[in-house]
């Protein structure tokens, strides 16, 4: 099996930046991406950001310029460092690692919060 655990989260004030981490350990033979996904109350979850193993990056629209994925490969974890938060911004952030040939294995989740 493989654990992912994020870290990081909090409550910060807008305008703020906070960095995330996801850290992936047990089977780990070969990671395809990891990616950080958001859910807001009453939401959908949403892709945030997304890392390949060719280092592709995918953002979505309302982070790009704000929003920083990375990866450290050797300790097999995710950052997302976030600059200029906003109060939608606000969401619980899941952390996805995906394993080739394609399973996905989700973190617990961390709570972001950003006051007005």
């Known amino acids: 099996q493989v654990q992912v655990v994020e870290s990081g989260g909090g409550l910060v004030q807008a305008g703020g930046s906070l960095r995330l981490s996801c850290a992936a350990s047990g089977r780990i033979f070969s990671i395809n991406a990891m990616g950080w996904y958001r859910q807001a109350p009453g939401k959908q979850r949403e892709l945030v950001a997304l890392?390949?193993?060719?280092?592709?990056?995918n953002y979505a629209d309302s982070v790009k310029g704000r929003f920083t994925i990375s990866r450290n490969n050797a300790k097999n974890t995710v950052y997302l460092q976030m600059h200029s938060l906003k109060p939608e911004d606000t969401a619980v952030y899941y952390c996805?690692?995906?394993?080739?040939?394609?399973?996905?294995?989700w973190g617990q989740g961390t709570q972001v919060t950003v006051s007005s």
């Open positions: 890392l390949t193993s060719g280092g592709s990056t």
């Open positions: 996805n690692v995906i394993m080739y040939p394609g399973e996905g294995f």
